[in-house]
């Protein structure tokens, strides 16, 4: 039994799964897989054919029990988009559990909001701190290079697997929106999957 991801950019090819892991480790559901995701363009993951024939393909995997499509909002309200891409993929689902989130701007503002917990990993310096609204950066990439020496750049592949790996995930659920959705997503799918979490998110993930 597996989950198949359906992501945009070439990063989230090899984070999403690192990312799903974690979460599924946290719910102490360790018999669920996360299978190889599948890259749909930005274009393709905001129109009803490309994000229906990305379903359709994730259906045809090996193992196949649910589907996570995850995606960078940019300028666009995530509620809004979230909601119509919904629509669409439930429908192709055709009842497999299937959810949709957006994460507001940039899947690298997970990493703002968790910056303490990665002082001394990939090049940030020992003395970053969270800024006060990690959503709130248009380019979370290159929010995140401001942290790091003048000759060092971002790399969404080479980045942003490890810092999946390590960023605080609780502390990401207390200061940032769209992960919350995210993790909300996971226990709802656990659900479907008949993987009932008895507190989901962890009670000591709530906002302060």
């Known amino acids: ?4 991801p359906i992501v945009e950019g070439y990063g989230e090819v090899a984070a999403a799964p690192v990312l799903l892991r974690r979460l599924f480790a946290e719910a102490n559901c360790h018999h669920i ?20 024939a990305g379903i359709r ?7 196949c029990a649910a589907i996570v499509i995850l995606f960078d909002g940019e300028d666009d309200c995530p509620k809004t988009l979230a909601a119509d891409v919904r629509v669409w993929a439930q429908e192709a ?6 959810d949709v989130v957006v994460a507001y701007r940039e899947y690298e503002t997970w990493f703002l909001a968790a910056l303490e917990s990665l002082r001394g990993r990939y090049g940030i310096r020992t003395s970053a701190t969270s800024p006060p609204d990690p ?16 000759d060092r750049a971002y790399s969404e592949t080479g980045d942003q697997p490890g810092m999946s790996h390590h960023f605080d995930m609780q502390a990401a659920h207390q200061r940032n929106r769209s992960f919350r959705k995210l993790v909300k997503a ?3 799918v656990l659900a479907q999957l008949n993987h009932r979490v ?8 709530q906002p302060q």
């Open 198 to 205: 008895p507190v989901w998110p962890p009670a000591n993930w």
């Open 33 to 52: 897989g996360v299978g190889r995701p599948i890259r749909r363009t930005q274009s393709q993951l905001r129109s009803k054919e490309g994000v229906q």
């Open 135 to 150: 959503e709130s950066k248009r380019d979370a990439k290159g929010a995140l290079e401001e942290f790091m020496p003048g």
């Open 1 to 4: 039994m597996k989950v198949y």
């Open 93 to 98: 689902a055709a009842g497999m559990p299937c």
């Open 57 to 63: 393909l994730a259906r045809l995997q090996p193992e």
């Open 186 to 188: 996971v226990g709802d």
